[in-house]
């Protein structure tokens, strides 16, 4: 519940800020009185596609920046700057002379007043709300036990919730609790009515319980609701998800969003656009290029295709501009910063990301897609499923050209097991994450990355 007020949270003040920007664009072009011509059209489409994707890129919508007035104030100055920045240069380079320059300055000045009115507005609310919020929940939790102990505790951190006490038989009670016995499930209605609840948690099934039955119809009745907490932490220790097949529930240890068809569809489309248009525009007369030059250098194949463990534990030819010498330790040894293996173009390849844009190839004919927990040699997937706990569920995805863990720092040689581990624990996060704006959002991250040059690339 407290996520998806997070979210909706999110999304209204994103679509604000947006609004307040094309506010003061059209009341100052209005007060002006300038003509909306097709440069003023240009101008403010600009302003908003730049902020978008800026206010993405920086994440400023976060939980973690918007719970915190300060925090959220900053990164959003931080934001206007690069807005700033990219509008010098778009008028730097585009030279569009019939726009006033007494209203682009009107309107630089205005966006980041606006915007910071915004936040004053949002404070004040979200303080209202926390205040007056904190009376509304009155809970009742049915059983006392360590489930019922640990939904307390989660309850009251949100801070709308007010812990009334817990209903349960006396004899089943063997210690002091921090909330009062109030008592038995069977009297737990009249309670209910007494404190004027109107939620009840039930960590008690109705099968162990008949009086529950009787209590969830008196509940409704009271227009009180009754929500049923199952104790599944004696089978797995971990968040589960459930969905329904017709009316059976299904529990899932995890949320995969690629299960589902319509992304899967969403996500090969994204994969086969971008390849075609990087194949067809730079792979056309770069791997002429570059098969020349290696060719010269040390002869030989040009490609280097190694087997590597894709979707579903299925191997597939993984295709790279060869950059080393012919090794016979090629399939079993990763590269090293001074490895003599690497020949000079090969080292250049590699610094710069090169050697791997033929993998555009492998996402044309399905193997991979751009974005996935990148492809480990058969022979380390083969060693650390062994060490590393659910490493293979990374498998269950197609393998990418860039990933999560990539852009996170995650790249290159693995030295060690708990390099490795923290790696499959950002593959983990983008398979129960997966979304087309994350896609999109680590694709542009490499690019950025490789441009600054990564210390991990040799």
Known sequence: ?????????????????????????????????KRPNVQYIYFIFFLNVVWIGIAWLKNIYHERFIGSF????????????????????????????????????????????????????????????????????????????SLSKKLVNYLSEDGVNEIIGYCEEYQNIHELSNYPILTGVADSLDIC???????IYSTIAPEHNPDLYKLIQGAEDNCIRFRLVPDLGIFIKK????????????????????????????????????????????????????????FLESGGPIFFIQLRTGKNKRSFGCLKFRSMHLNKNADTQQASPLDNRITKLGRFLRRTSLDELPQFLNVLKGDMSIVGPRPHMLKHTDEYSKLIGQYMVRQFVKPGITGWAQINGFRGETKNVLQMQRRVE????????????????????????????EKNAF
Do not use: C
């Not at 959220?72 to 010098?88: D, E, P």
């Not at 009515?193 to 939620?199: A, D, I, S």
């Open 193 to 199: 009515k007494k404190y004027g609840v109107n939620e």
């Open 70 to 145: 300060e925090k959220f104030t900053k990164n959003s100055l931080q934001a206007y700057i690069y807005l700033l920045l990219a509008v010098i240069i778009y008028l730097f380079f585009f030279r569009f002379l019939l726009i006033s320059r007494v209203f682009i300055v009107l309107v630089l000045s205005g966006i980041p007043v606006a915007l910071l009115i915004n936040r004053l507005l949002y404070l004040f609310t979200y303080q209202y709300l926390k205040k007056t919020d904190r009376r509304e929940n009155k809970v009742v939790i049915i059983g006392y036990n």
């Open 239 to 294: 968040q589960m998800y459930i969905d329904y097949l017709k009316e059976i529930p299904i529990i899932s240890l995890r949320n995969e969003p690629l299960e589902d068809w319509g992304n899967r569809i969403s996500k090969r489309i994204f994969d086969i656009t971008v390849s075609f248009l990087i194949v067809a525009l730079i792979l056309s007369w770069l791997i002429p290029i570059i098969s020349l030059l290696i």
């Open 426 to 453: 950002h593959d983990l996060w983008y398979l129960e994450n997966w979304n087309l704006l994350l896609d999109i959002k680590i694709f542009f991250m490499t690019i950025i990355n490789v441009m600054r040059g």
């Open 1 to 33: 519940m407290k996520h998806r007020f997070l979210r909706t949270l999110q999304l209204r003040l994103a679509v604000l800020d947006v609004l307040v920007i094309n506010i003061v664009f059209f009341s100052l072009q209005f007060m002006l009185h």
